[in-house]
């Protein structure tokens, strides 16, 4: 009898160790224990200052709720993406967040992390639906272009508009979603139409630069008369840009998906003696394009705010972590709230750009 009481003891010690080291987050947050939560970040790149500010941002936000923070860099590597994810997931973290370099080949590992009972929640690039994420956070890229594209055809109203267009990548989404909302924006400005006119005048605008290498509407007074991809950076833009501002000496205006591509383009313009055309970018908010916005220089840009992207990013982490929301209480797709950053508003602003 005694040596059965003794095998019962012991048996429950090892159910009260196991119950102790299995402890989920849930539990952490029942008892208050939100202090130990460990997340990590699983970030593409740091080529660039969006991405600098974004894990910047997540690090302030993060420390702010006492998390332990771990980010790791891919160097747009996709193997070593998935590794990182991977090694998230064999530190038991309470939750991770990635910005994949490519929609699909992220999707594994996501779904690895899910199958161990971790939430991934992604920020600024999107993935495939079939990665079982929380949700996708990012700025509002369609509306950003539109409201830009509305602030400038307000500027512009009956008089003509010749413009090139600087892309990022070609089969990029995002860049297709900004340019596409510019488009709608001018258009929908300039003809007085709806916003589903616009949205359908648009997308014929962009099917008709695909096949082309140009575009127009006649009626808007709007052409695109060359589109250039400057891969998003500064010195890819200028490249870009040079040949198409040499071959059109009466452009009125320079379009863009981002604004370190319009920088090259501003350079550009000074080489060719050209001073007197408007930078038009359909998102970003680097406070340098800000500055130039204030000096008058620069027309507008989308706000794409990293600290906005990342303050959204914690506060649904939080929710998940400490609230006990799940997955299913989250849109695949969550945005930031678009605007145009203007002269008469660029001050609003200011704060959240990088």
């Given amino acids: ?80 993406e998935t590794e990182n994810i991977e090694t998230f997931i064999a530190q ?53 272009g539109r409201l830009v594209g509305l602030a400038y055809a307000e500027k512009m109203s009956d ?18 979603e900004r340019r596409t909302g510019l488009f709608a924006g001018i258009l929908e400005g300039k003809l007085g139409v709806s916003e589903d006119e616009a949205w359908k005048l648009a997308a014929d605008l962009e099917k008709q630069l695909t096949n082309e290498g140009k575009a127009s509407n006649k009626e808007a007074k709007f052409s695109i008369v060359g589109q250039g991809w400057g891969a998003w950076t500064e010195q890819e833009g ?13 452009l009125t205006t320079v379009l863009g998906e981002n604004d370190q591509m319009l920088f090259g383009a501003m350079t550009a313009l000074k080489n060719a003696g050209n001073d007197n055309v408007d930078i038009v970018a359909a998102a970003d908010g680097a406070k340098e394009a800000y500055d130039l916005i204030k000096e008058g220089l620069y027309f507008a840009t989308g706000e794409n705010s990293p600290y906005k992207v990342a303050q959204l ?10 609230d006990g929301k799940e997955s299913k209480d989250y849109d695949k797709i969550t945005l930031t709230k678009p605007a145009a950053v203007t002269k008469d508003n660029v001050d609003e602003y200011y704060e959240f750009g990088f």
């Fill in 1 to 80: 009898m005694k040596k059965n009481m003794f095998i019962i003891a012991a048996l429950l010690s090892v159910m009260l160790v196991f119950a102790a080291c299995g402890k989920s987050s849930d539990s952490k947050a029942e008892n208050g224990d939100t202090d130990s939560f460990k997340v990590g970040f699983a970030i593409k790149t740091q080529d660039s200052p969006y991405f600098v500010s974004l894990v910047d941002a997540m690090k302030e936000y993060a420390k702010e709720e006492g998390w332990k923070l771990t980010v790791l860099d891919a160097n747009g590597d996709t193997a070593k």
């Fill in 313 to 322: 990013g914690i506060q649904i982490g939080k929710e998940i972590l400490v």
């Fill in 159 to 176: 008089e003509e508009v010749v413009s090139i267009i600087l892309s990022g990548a070609k089969g990029n989404v995002a860049g297709e």
């Fill in 92 to 144: 038991g973290m309470d939750l991770i967040y990635v910005d994949a370099i490519e929609p699909d080949s992220v999707v594994s590992s996501i779904n690895k992390a899910a199958e161990a009972g971790i939430g991934v929640i992604n920020l600024d690039s999107g993935v495939s639906d079939e990665a079982e994420s929380i949700t996708t956070i990012y700025s509002d890229n369609l509306q950003n």
């Fill in 238 to 250: 200028l490249k870009a840009a040079e040949d198409l501002i040499t071959a059109n000496p009466n």
